[in-house]
């Protein structure tokens, strides 16, 4: 092969990867008008120049190897052969980003349960909506095969913390040492911006052979369920040892 077509076809892929790279890297959302739902079709946005990039690419690459690209669209028989290659899926996978998108289904930043994995939306792209649990691990969805989606971030997230309290402590203490730690939780500065007001003490949920179980009823964000639990939890310790209060 030709040195010049080898350059006609290396230099179009090597253009794609560095623009794709710049659109990446440089297109940001203004922080002015920064919100969950301007991140999503940013996210989307940059899917789409992405695919719009590559395919410009090859349109040169066929160009180069002298490809006519006319004949091969205006055929019945390739076009069915370029669906049972993947066409078809590409389709299903963008119009269901499409539907996900318009109908505000999920944002970035949502809290989701997606096919059993949980985890925070990092990117919804007009092929694949990406989530990272907790764990850290990144799960990738291709549009067409989300049949359902749970998200958490459409509503608070209620964390039910139950203490179990000696019996002869008295219920007028326990529940005082409760509720100051509810409140401490309320002006934590890492947690308690996500922390409801309507978030409170339920009361004696138990009395059993020689303990009393107290419950809390935490409201919050999904996300920060299980942050909301363990900052509460080591508040409460403190407040009752501190009240000397003995835990069954």
């Known amino acids: 092969m030709d040195v010049s077509v080898i350059l006609k076809i290396v230099i179009p892929l090597i253009s794609a990867v560095i623009v794709d790279a710049l659109f990446q890297r440089f297109i940001r959302v203004p922080k002015n008008i920064q919100s969950s739902r301007t991140n999503t079709y940013f996210s989307v946005l940059k899917s789409a120049l992405r695919v719009v990039t590559y395919a410009t690419a090859f349109y040169f690459i066929f160009i180069a190897l002298k490809v006519n690209v006319t004949p091969l669209f205006a055929s019945a028989g390739v076009v069915g052969v370029i669906v049972g290659l993947g066409l078809r899926s ?36 007009i092929r694949t909506v990406r ?46 040492a409760l509720d100051t730690a509810l409140t401490e939780l309320k002006k934590d500065k ?37 942050n909301a639990g363990r900052t509460y939890r080591r508040i409460a310790l403190k407040q009752l040892e501190k009240a000397k209060i003995l835990l069954s």
């Open 90 to 125: 590409f389709i299903e996978d963008f119009f269901t980003g499409i539907f996900i998108l318009t109908e505000d289904t999920i944002r970035v930043g949502d809290y989701v349960d997606i096919a059993g994995s949980e985890g925070v939306t990092e990117s919804l792209g």
């Open 131 to 176: 989530i990272r649990d907790k764990n850290g691990a990144l799960h990738i969805f291709p549009n067409r095969e989300i049949k359902k989606i749970v998200n958490y971030s459409k509503r608070q997230a209620r964390v039910i913390v139950d203490l179990p309290v000696k019996s002869n402590q008295p219920v007028d203490a326990v529940i005082s």
């Open 190 to 226: 890492h947690i308690g911006e996500h922390i409801l007001g309507t978030s409170r003490i339920e009361g004696v949920e138990a009395i059993n052979p020689g303990h009393m179980v107290l419950r809390v009823l935490i409201l919050t964000r999904a996300s920060e369920r299980w």
